[in-house]
């Protein structure tokens, strides 16, 4: 499976992005799909993840409320729109893929295979 994640950009704070993880592969329709996020001297974190049926998701408590991911099985295509934008949102994006039926969806380490990665900055 390859990822490719676009829709980064410079936003005022407030302002909304969406972000979308296109990928190749026949077998999207079975991979959790994930957004996490690393900002500037910091280690890389959970944003929010989708599950394979898009029957459950689950949400970082930082973003809770402003951010919310979907999933278009049909277009190979995850995305994470962000409202509410804050400059603490500033980081690389990155989307990431796996085959997960467990609790472990948090866990970076668990993914076998990421996109590189898109840059959102939100000024204040």
């Known amino acids: 499976v390859q990822l490719q994640a676009s829709g980064g950009g410079t936003v005022q704070a407030g302002g909304s992005l969406r972000l979308s993880c296109a990928a190749s592969g026949r077998t999207f329709s079975s991979y959790t799909m994930t957004w996490f996020r690393r900002a500037p001297g910091k280690e890389r974190e959970f944003v929010t993840a989708i599950s394979w049926s898009a029957g459950a998701t689950a949400i970082a408590d930082s973003v809770k409320g402003r951010f919310s991911i979907s999933r278009d099985n049909a277009k190979n295509t995850v995305y994470l729109q962000m409202n509410s934008l804050r400059p603490e949102d500033t980081a690389v994006y990155y989307c990431?893929?796996?085959?997960?039926?467990?609790?472990?969806?948090?866990?970076?380490?668990?993914?076998?295979?990421w996109g590189r990665g898109t840059q959102v900055t939100v000024s204040s």
């Open positions: 990431a893929a796996d085959y997960l039926r467990g609790p472990d969806y948090y866990r970076s380490r668990v993914y076998a295979y």
